[in-house]
Nanobody, 121 residues
């Protein structure tokens, strides 16, 4: 599975962005999908994940109530809607895929290249 993340950019605090993760090479309809982020000097951290059907989602406490993960298996795409953005959300955001739902980055097999989100104060 090849993953291509897009939609990052520069936004003011309080603003919104929607990231997309387009998969190719294989359908992702049987995969759990996750979003992770990494800021300079920090380890990659879990943001959110969704199971294959979209019925089960996990969120990091830091984004709960502000971010929403969704998926469209017909389009082989996963989305991350980010609202009420804060400067501390600034990071490179990565999408990833694995067979079962997990919060651990070490368990994900396939990774996209990342898209940069910068939130100005």
């Amino acid at each position: 599975v090849q993953l291509q993340a897009s939609g990052g950019g520069l936004v003011q605090a309080g603003g919104s962005l929607r990231l997309s993760c387009l998969a190719s090479g294989r359908t992702i309809s049987t995969y759990a999908m996750g979003w992770f982020r990494q800021s300079p000097g920090k380890e990659r951290e879990f943001v959110t994940a969704i199971n294959w059907s979209g019925e089960i989602t996990y969120y990091a406490d830091s984004v709960k109530g502000r971010f929403t993960i969704s998926r469209d298996n017909a389009k082989n795409t996963v989305y991350l809607q980010m609202n009420s953005l804060r400067p501390e959300d600034t990071a490179v955001y990565y999408c990833a895929a694995r067979y079962t739902l997990s919060r651990s980055s070490y368990e994900y097999e396939y990774w996209g290249q990342g898209t940069l989100v910068t939130v100005s104060s």
